[in-house]
């Protein structure tokens, strides 16, 4: 099947604007995760979901981030008044729930870039 | 809070040798980890998992160890070629339920 696929790929928007990154996982993957990726840097964990559990949103770096993940599966990442600091590669990635089948499968990417 | 460090930052090694890449952990409670490698401007791929109760996992020309006791796991890549320069990233839950912590990588150029 599909890997966990992420749109757009690329995206220019200016500051203060709002922007939506969307993530889709590999089917039947209950857990899902994003990560940020300044250049240069490592990964920055953002928030985390797991089935039908509240998510865990410790790493989101302030209240003008937000995430939603609908029916299970598709996830949606939102920025609101968009900084310059914000640019980075929004990384998104799915698993099976813990176990022996814990791999996380990561998504391409979306480089954010923030004028 | 657990800490993963990665040392060294940047490594460079002629096509033939051995490579060893090191991670360390601060908290010996892990549930697993990961290795992890990444092309410039792509997503990461998956190399290997070790679940807590395991010491070693192989792949290939791949082998990665882990020690719970010293905080420690290394990545083994035998007989290096060209095609392996990349980021390589270590991972790590503390429990079934939780979130990765990451590694800030190290990077390797191997030289033809």
């Known amino acids: 099947g599909a890997g966990v696929s992420q749109s757009p790929s690329n995206k220019v928007t200016e500051k203060g604007k709002d922007v939506e990154l969307r993530c889709d996982p590999i089917?039947?993957?209950?857990?899902l995760y994003w990560y940020r990726q300044s250049l240069g840097q490592g990964l920055e964990f953002l928030i985390y979901f797991q089935g039908n559990s509240a998510p865990d949103k410790s790493g989101l770096p302030s209240d003008r981030f937000s995430a939603e993940r609908t029916g299970g599966s598709v996830s949606t990442l939102t920025i609101q008044r968009t900084q310059q600091e914000d640019s980075a590669v929004y990384l998104c990635?799915?698993?099976?729930?813990?176990?022996?089948?814990?791999?996380?499968?990561f998504g391409p990417g979306t480089r954010l870039t923030v004028l | 809070k657990q800490e993963v460090t990665q040392i060294p930052a940047a490594l460079s090694v002629p096509e033939g040798e051995n490579l060893v890449l090191n991670c360390s952990f601060t908290?010996?409670?892990?549930?697993?980890l990961q290795w992890f490698r990444q092309d410039p401007g792509k997503g990461l791929t998956s190399l290997l998992l070790i679940q807590s109760s395991q010491r070693e996992q192989t792949s290939g020309r791949l082998n990665a160890s882990l020690d719970k006791s010293s905080g420690r796991s290394t990545l083994y890549i035998a007989a290096s070629q060209p095609g392996d320069s990349a980021t390589y990233l270590c991972a790590m839950r503390t429990d079934s339920w939780g979130k990765f912590q990451f590694g800030a990588g190290t990077q390797v150029v191997v030289t033809p």
């Open positions: 089917s039947g993957h209950t857990a």
């Open positions: 990635a799915s698993s099976w729930a813990g176990g022996s089948q814990d791999t996380q499968y």
């Open positions: 908290d010996s409670a892990i549930y697993n």
